[in-house]
């Protein structure tokens, strides 16, 4: 006869597990302004380098937290006699506008902060006032590449510092205008699909299985029963973001740990070493081992037997929060100690 007794006790810890929403297939809107300088600018008229008033309005699509497509709207305002040498009428000009499409890489520094890289291909429309009564435009298509750093706001809004530059454009029809430009500026994007979500702590429970074997009985003389008691309890020791440091309140629990493995005969102690889901999955793997690697070292330095201990590092493989608040739950080590006693039913 067999019974199993599942007794949840609030020993040492608790851990949070939230049904949080994902950045990746998420939608994404954006609009920025800036300064954009006109360099290199070889044109049929006296106009040369020149600065101006930027703006572009985009939309993407956030593939993964790591890659994400964006379309939009760049307009580079102009580079005109006006803003060149001030007191003339403004007869020569020539503005750019058009359509951007292209492919944004994001690698997140921390919880806040992330660094972005970009290019693609601009899309755009010429128009170049040579003079009073001579106007030519045309539309053609240049690379353009850029980068930045970003700031989260909160889960849903960020701000972003950009620069881009814009290669060859130039109006190849009647060749009056070839040069380069580049703009620096801000952009805010909001994230649709980001929402909050419920976060349960639960204790994480310490099990005793209760099994009844019974023993062989020889003839003619029966012998006792006995009962193998199983009891496991666990325990969430919490890290820092890209730390595998202990602080007090882990080291806290886990002198709680240690209390209660000098109190029965372990069996075994097997320490699971954990990690959220920013950054490179390999660096996680590696970040969740030396957490594992540094909870051991606090274990056998103050009487736990080596033998005893088993470890493994799973890095972000169980992780899959979104929130800043969920993510934090996540970078951990679970510690679960097990014991086995035979002890005569009654």
């Not at 890289?117 to 001579?134: F, I, N, R, T, V």
């Not at 510092?161 to 805010?188: C, H, P, S």
């Not at 969430?236 to 709680?256: H, R």
């Amino acid at each position: 006869m067999m019974n199993k007794t599942l007794i949840a006790l609030a020993l040492i810890g608790t851990c949070g597990y939230a049904n949080a929403a994902d950045v990746d297939n998420t939608w994404y809107i954006g609009a920025g302004a800036g300064q954009s300088n006109y360099e290199s600018v070889d044109a049929a008229s006296h106009l040369g380098d020149g600065s101006d008033l930027a703006w572009n309005a985009l939309v993407g699509y956030q593939l993964n937290k790591y890659l994400a497509f964006e379309a939009g709207w760049q307009d580079l305002g102009a580079t005109d006699d006006t803003h060149m040498w001030g007191g003339l009428d403004g007869s020569q000009k020539i503005d750019v506008d058009g359509f951007t499409l292209g492919v944004v890489g994001t690698l997140p520094l921390s919880e806040k902060w992330f660094l972005t890289g970009e290019a693609g291909a601009y899309q755009y429309h010429l128009a170049h006032q040579m003079s009073a009564d001579k106007y030519v435009s045309a539309m053609d298509t240049a690379p353009y590449f850029g980068a930045g750093v970003g700031y989260n706001i909160t889960d849903s809004l960020a701000i972003s510092a950009k620069y881009r530059r814009f290669a060859k454009i130039d109006e190849t029809a009647w060749n009056t205008a070839n040069m380069d430009a580049q703009t620096v500026g801000l952009q805010l994007t909001y994230r649709f699909g980001v929402k909050a979500a419920t976060t349960t702590a639960v204790v994480l429970p310490a099990v005793i299985e209760k099994q009844t074997k019974p023993m062989p009985r020889p003839e003619p003389k029966p012998e006792p029963k006995y009962e193998i008691h199983t009891e496991k309890s666990s325990v969430a020791v919490l890290f820092g973001f890209d730390s595998s440091e202990l602080n007090s309140t882990a080291k806290a629990k886990l002198d709680q740990v240690i209390k209660l493995s000098k109190s029965k005969d372990q069996d075994v102690i097997l320490l699971n070493g954990q990690s959220d889901n920013q950054g490179d999955s390999q660096y996680n793997l590696k970040l969740s081992e030396k957490r594992v690697q540094h909870v051991e070292a606090y274990l056998v330095s103050h009487g736990v037997e080596v033998k005893k201990i088993d470890t493994q590092a799973v890095g972000e493989q169980d992780a899959h929060a979104n929130l800043r608040k969920d993510r934090a739950l996540e970078r951990r080590v679970i510690v679960t100690l097990t014991s086995q006693e035979k002890v005569q039913a009654s």
